[in-house]
């Protein structure tokens, strides 16, 4: 069915003409090993078509069984989950007292994967009769469970307990004394989908999950950590820096894969369009189709354009998009899996591991900003070992292009690093008093070297945030609940976005309040627009109304960089490359409105604003002055040469870490005084930082030939979105000169060979 689907698409005359390439992954059989299992659970298993397990499995168990920390990265609906599940159920059946812990980074994950090991559970005879009280032996504990249930739980605890990082970090270690029980013989700690953490949220989870230790510590368990991961290019790293623990990795995948089809379009006409016709023409082929777009506004959209040009279709087709109720989410998650959905219209929403049954088209709007997200998403389809199809509809972003023109790196194993930074002291700083609240730190602590941290101390004992103990070498809290203070998917002041009846409809933090709060700005929250009627700096309030308008809004902004520190340096010919600590002055002076559909501009306002001021971690280029002079006897805009690079490496950033271009910022200069020459830099977007440019650092070599070949490979004259127009550039990207920037990239590259 796919590959007839494929060739009507080949022959089409509107479909044809916009097909870029195409490649074909033959399918794999399957590698299987020996497992060893307790007989119950052997039979259980293999009642349910469970029986042979696969390499990677088999692997995973034995280095559990062996005390090891485990992280196991393999492809999508390869039975990552049975590598943890089944040593915390054989521990469970030899020891009844066990607990385990099981990590997901949204609460909808843990939907499905409760369910599943419910039924595993109470089949093996272990649930009600063990343990009377207890509604299920596995039990959720997120935002969405009642009071009532909550305490049901904590009195009566159940074997596992389901939650996520804000739980865990608000309800759990802030109360870990109401958890003494379960804490006293915790043995497993589960983190799933581990690639999800990565940059300031990443960070810190980090902390969450050191201090979790501690407690562990302070009630006398020692838990092994078991973690799950897409595929990334530092699995074992990232779980090592997440929890602070040596991990053993697992990456050599034994599972069976279908054949796998890949169509790389680069449209005609608009991508949206294209996208609504090709699910339909999907949909009527007979094929179960997803859809991944990258706004809420798009998914709704095309799913409006379908009902409107398909309605035969309309009863078999759905969008889907975090701001639905979770019941809205489970019931769509539920039609899918039992297949009276034949398609569905996604944000990235069900990238993650929610098991919605057997697709066979995976069709993406945009690439999804990551290799390892794009693989993620193609996993969707294809799950029970059937020919699959995913299409990849580029639009007119320089990251997108690069991907259509060398459809390679998707099948090279490039991929890209996942970057937390636990040493970040902005994040440190915040969860040390957090830390302290729960168990005090101590000279001799478990998990933090305080000698290595004395200076935050001492900043937070003079800010009252920690008080001395009287002995000495002893630090308490000095907040009551430290913990409510401190937002974890962001960094910085906190600023509320409210109704004008005072309503909450959203947060903000650092930079974000004044580029995407101030007065004017439209500001999308579950698939609304609000309109900001102004911003109260005093309170940390931002007062918005709901709007529907067919424009966005751009900040443009002024910005001033100074180099604190210089780490490390190297020379690429005359060039230099330097890593250190900025700091960062940004003031946003005004903004565009441009068309929601073609980017067209179709004003510009004044904004008179404070300027924001943070201290974050960078890299930057030290240009020679005989080729500034180069640049310019040759015709070329030096501003607009050094601007057009600065933006073009920034959207190369994201094939070598896991990255949005919004979570780091540049700035280019003509003549820095500071150097007395000219200088591009590149920056983490967050106070502190989170390695985003480290990184970078050491791979400027890959990095900065990939920049030159994303602009000299676009077919544009001047500059388009394409290769070094950024639509969130600050100063309406003015100006800019691509060929200059060519010459540029050029001249370093030759350093390179």
């Not at 730190?441 to 001395?468: C, F, P, T, W």
């Amino acid at each position: 069915m796919v590959g007839e689907f494929i060739k009507e698409l080949k022959k089409s005359r509107t479909f044809g003409p916009q097909i870029a390439s195409y490649r074909y992954i033959p399918p794999k059989g399957p590698v299987y090993g020996r497992l060893s299992l307790d007989n119950r659970l052997r039979e259980l298993l293999s009642r349910r078509g469970i029986k042979r397990f696969w390499s990677h499995q088999v692997k995973g168990i034995g280095h559990i069984r062996r005390g090891k920390n485990v992280v196991i990265m393999t492809p999508t609906a390869s039975g990552k989950s049975l590598v943890y599940n089944i040593p915390v159920v054989e521990t469970i059946l030899k020891e009844p007292d066990t607990h385990a812990l099981y990590i997901f980074p949204l609460k909808g994950l843990e939907q499905d994967q409760v369910k599943n090991l419910n039924d595993l559970l109470t089949a093996l005879g272990i649930g009600q009769r063990a343990r009377r009280g207890v509604l299920n032996p596995a039990e959720i504990y997120d935002g969405d469970t009642t009071a009532y249930r909550r305490k049901r739980i904590r009195e009566r605890l159940p074997y596992i307990i389901f939650t996520n990082p804000d739980m865990l970090h608000l309800a759990i270690n802030a109360f870990h004394t109401k958890w003494e029980g379960f804490f006293r013989t915790l043995r497993y700690v589960i983190i799933d989908e581990i690639h999800a953490y990565r940059g300031v949220f990443g960070s810190n989870v980090a902390q969450i999950l050191r201090r979790l230790r501690r407690i562990c510590t302070r009630w006398g368990s020692n838990p092994q950590f078991i973690a799950s991961s897409a595929t990334i290019a530092n699995p074992g790293e990232l779980a090592q820096r997440l929890v602070g623990l040596p991990f053993e990795a697992v990456t050599e995948s034994g599972a069976p894969q279908g054949g796998r089809h890949f169509l790389f379009v680069n449209p005609l006409e608009s991508p949206y369009t294209l996208a609504m016709r090709l699910f339909v023409e999907a949909i009527r082929a007979g094929l179960k189709t997803i859809v991944f777009t990258k706004a809420r506004k798009i998914t709704e959209l095309i799913y409006a354009w379908c009902v409107k040009s398909a309605p035969a279709i309309t009863g078999r087709i759905s969008p889907y998009r975090a701001g639905f109720l979770p019941a809205e989410r489970r019931e769509i998650e539920r039609r899918l899996f039992s297949g009276e959905l034949s398609g569905v219209i996604s944000t990235s929403a069900l990238e993650l591991g929610i098991d919605v049954g057997g697709l066979d088209c995976c069709i993406l709007v945009g690439y999804p900003g990551s290799i390892s997200s794009t693989w993620q998403r193609a996993g969707r389809v294809g799950r029970h070992g059937e020919e699959s199809l995913v299409v990849l509809i580029a639009l007119q972003d320089a990251l997108d292009q690069y991907i259509i023109r060398h459809p390679e790196r998707l099948f090279q194993k490039a991929f890209e690093s996942a970057i937390v930074d636990p040493d970040n002291e902005v994040i440190l700083k915040k969860h040390l008093p957090c830390a302290a609240s729960e168990v005090y730190l101590r000279e001799d602590d478990s998990v933090y070297s305080m000698e290595r941290i004395k200076h935050i101390v001492d900043e937070l004992l003079e800010e009252g945030a920690l008080r001395q103990g009287r002995k000495g070498g002893i630090w308490f809290s000095g907040l009551r609940m430290p913990q409510r203070g401190v937002e974890i998917r962001g960094i910085g002041a906190l600023f509320r976005i409210v109704d004008e009846k005072g309503n909450p409809i959203g947060e903000l933090d650092g930079m974000r309040v004044y580029r995407e709060g101030y007065p004017g700005a439209v500001y999308l929250h579950r698939g609304r627009q609000y309109k900001v009627e102004e911003l109260v700096i005093e309170s940390r309030r931002i007062i918005a109304r709901e709007v529907d308008v067919q424009y966005y809004t751009q900040a443009l902004t002024t910005e001033r960089t100074e180099i604190l520190s210089e780490k490390t340096s190297k020379a690429i010919g005359e060039f230099e490359i330097c890593s250190g600590g900025l700091r960062i002055s940004q003031r946003v002076v005004g903004y565009e409105k441009r068309n929601i559909y073609d980017r067209r501009r179709l004003s510009r306002h004044a904004l008179d604003l404070p300027e924001y001021v943070f201290d974050t971690e960078g890299l930057w280029i030290v240009i020679p002055d005989y080729v500034s002079g180069l640049l310019e006897e040759r015709g070329y805009d030096l501003a607009g040469s050094l601007h057009a690079a600065e933006h073009a490496s920034i959207s190369a950033m994201p094939l070598y870490v896991l990255c949005e271009k919004m979570d780091v910022g540049g700035l280019s200069y003509s003549f820095y005084p500071a150097l007395k020459k000219a200088c591009i830099f590149i920056y983490d977007g967050y106070e502190g930082g989170v390695g985003y440019t480290s990184h970078l650092f050491d791979l400027a070599r890959e990095w900065l030939q990939t920049t030159l070949r994303i602009i000299s490979e676009c077919r544009c004259e001047s500059g388009c979105p394409s290769c070094v127009q950024d639509p969130q550039c600050g100063s309406g990207n003015q100006p800019l000169d691509k060929e200059g920037a060519k010459f540029l990239l050029e001249h370093i590259s030759s350093r390179l060979r």
